[in-house]
């Protein structure tokens, strides 16, 4: 059974930068897609951003556009998520998934196959 392992996060101040790092044990989702999602207390969840493994290639949620990077480690099964320049409106958990598809646009509506548990990233203003 596969697993997302997550890490990373914390309590951060506006401006700041931060990385969170999700590793898939288990199997790999070299012809899929990992991401990631957030949600805020009382919100909807969000779509954040996603990377291709076949061709390294993101795409990201408006919101977060030009200040979260993915990246990836085809090698370590890993992906990264390095956010700067965070807003407090950026305060949420972050959940790592995946999908062994390469869908794109289901994967950003949601439709994953795996989920990682969660990483609290709180912005102070």
């Known amino acids: 059974q596969a697993q997302l392992v997550e890490s990373g996060g914390g309590l951060v101040q506006t401006g700041a930068s931060l990385s969170l790092s999700c590793a898939a044990v288990g199997r790999t989702f070299s012809g899929g897609i990992m991401g990631w999602f957030r949600q805020a207390p009382g919100a909807e969840r969000e779509f954040v951003g996603l990377i291709t493994f076949t061709s390294g290639s993101a795409i990201y949620g408006d919101s977060v556009k030009g200040r979260f990077t993915i990246s990836q480690d085809k090698g370590a099964n890993t992906i990264y998520l390095r956010m700067t320049n965070l807003k407090p409106e950026d305060t949420a958990v972050y959940y790592c998934?995946?999908?062994?598809?390469?869908?794109?646009?289901?994967?950003?509506?949601?439709?994953?196959?795996?989920w990682g548990q969660g990483t609290q990233v709180t912005v102070s203003s």
């Open positions: 998934a995946a999908a062994p598809s390469p869908w794109a646009v289901a994967f950003m509506t949601g439709n994953v196959d795996y």
